[in-house]
């Protein structure tokens, strides 16, 4: 029986090791990329070494927003792997920039077999937690930035955003800072609601973005986020928009602040810093988003706390992502993703063809193989199927 047992051990251990190495083919970047109602969509990019990016349906959105956001609108897109490593989540801010920065009072929840197709939940907090004190319409002004994170402690997902608030607001000179705060809540089985938003970290003057990662080295989470709005001074230290980080031996904190910035030196201002580990490495990077610049910078660290600059990637044509998120993805999701793309640019190649260059029963033909075409792309993940309707509509 020992021997059996061993054998069996021996022979499980492969496959394994060959499943870890399967979902860390690639990486895959969802983000938003402009200001615009047409730019605050979901965006897809991949990426062999995690620096540069190549975006799928040609720069244009995944999943439109004005099916999923209250606001019509989405931005700062974070996802992950579930897990039991085959379901996928993805948490978002419900905005619409054209409104006003103080104009935002929720969230989405979207969860999803094969990252293509999203069930979805919006949360606004005035409407699910009438009875918070100052989280009523006129005095909440934006909840932004969520991100998710697994709590063992609780055995359940932990979902963490900034909240900013009218009453919260402080002087800076002759001017006023909106103080945003990190809250969490816990997200239920389904992923489709939040319980009421209790305090993460307050930073003493305006935090934003989010973004924690577990430190196995050190046995602690690590909070990055970015100080936020006008430049003040915070316990001596002078703000001025950059990524900072903080630690916590739980993840619900209390979590201590490190009064530096781990950016690039410069005077630029950044934001939506994410941290992800670099495949086949134990090394991470931590990507900024320079907005004003018009690139991400990317850095590399092998103790999560000291980073060195590596490079810009420009922002530029088809890729131009905003404050977004990086995850790793197998062979085959990224096949699936790929042909995805195929289908959804042989569509929009077809739908603008001229109709002068095309018959009446041609015209009719094209109508047909489009509406089908269509079906296959909202129905369906197998890659087989997309590509192979992909090459019908290619070759009409």
């Excluded at 983000?31 to 062999?48: K, P, V």
């Excluded at 070494?49 to 004005?66: E, H, I, K």
């Excluded at 816990?186 to 992923?191: A, C, L, Q």
Aim: some cysteine; aromatic content about 12%.
């Amino acid at each position: 029986m020992a021997a059996l047992a061993a054998l069996l051990a021996a022979a499980a251990q492969p496959a394994s090791a060959a499943q870890a190495e399967e979902q860390d083919s690639c990486y895959l970047f969802a983000f938003f990329s402009s200001n615009s109602a047409n730019g605050e969509q979901i965006r897809y990019a991949l990426s062999d070494d995690g620096l540069n990016y190549t975006s799928l349906n040609g720069g244009r959105p995944v999943v439109a927003s004005d099916t999923i956001a209250l606001k019509k609108s989405i931005r700062d897109p974070y996802i992950c792997r579930g897990r039991d490593g085959k379901t996928y989540y993805m948490v978002m801010t419900d905005m619409r920039s054209g409104e006003g920065w103080q104009s935002n009072d929720g969230l989405i929840l979207m969860k999803s077999d094969d990252l293509l197709h999203w069930r979805h939940t919006a949360i606004d907090f005035p409407t699910r937690f009438p009875g918070m004190d100052g989280f009523d319409r006129k005095n909440l002004h934006a909840v932004w930035a969520p991100q998710i994170i697994w709590d063992d402690s609780a055995g359940k997902y932990m979902i963490y955003y900034s909240i900013g608030r009218h009453d919260w607001e402080y002087p800076v000179g002759d001017k006023r800072q909106p103080h945003f705060k990190l809250f969490y809540s816990y997200v239920n089985d389904d992923f489709t609601d939040i319980t009421e938003p209790q305090m993460l970290f307050d930073f003493g003057t305006a935090a934003i973005d989010g973004d924690i990662i577990y430190d196995d080295k050190n046995k602690e989470y690590v909070l990055f986020f970015k100080d936020e709005g006008l430049p003040t001074v915070n316990n001596g230290f002078k703000t001025r928009q950059g990524v900072m980080r903080a630690t916590a031996k739980k993840l619900t904190g209390p979590y201590a602040v490190e009064y530096r910035h781990l950016q690039k030196p410069g005077q630029y201002p950044v934001e939506g810093s994410s941290v992800f580990r670099l495949i086949g490495s134990d090394d991470y990077i931590l990507m900024y988003d320079c907005y004003a610049q018009g690139f991400y910078q990317f850095c590399r660290s092998s103790d999560l706390k000291n980073f060195t600059f590596v490079q810009n990637t420009p922002t530029r044509g088809a890729f131009t992502p905003r404050h977004g998120s990086v995850m790793h993805i197998s062979a085959g999701e990224r096949e699936r993703l790929e042909a995805w793309s195929e289908l959804a640019t042989a569509i929009r190649d077809l739908e603008q063809r001229p109709a002068p260059t095309l018959t009446l029963k041609q015209l009719d033909a094209r109508r047909e193989l489009l509406g089908e075409a269509r079906r296959t792309l909202a129905g369906t993940a197998d890659p087989k199927r997309l590509r192979n309707m992909a090459a019908r509509v290619n070759k009409f």
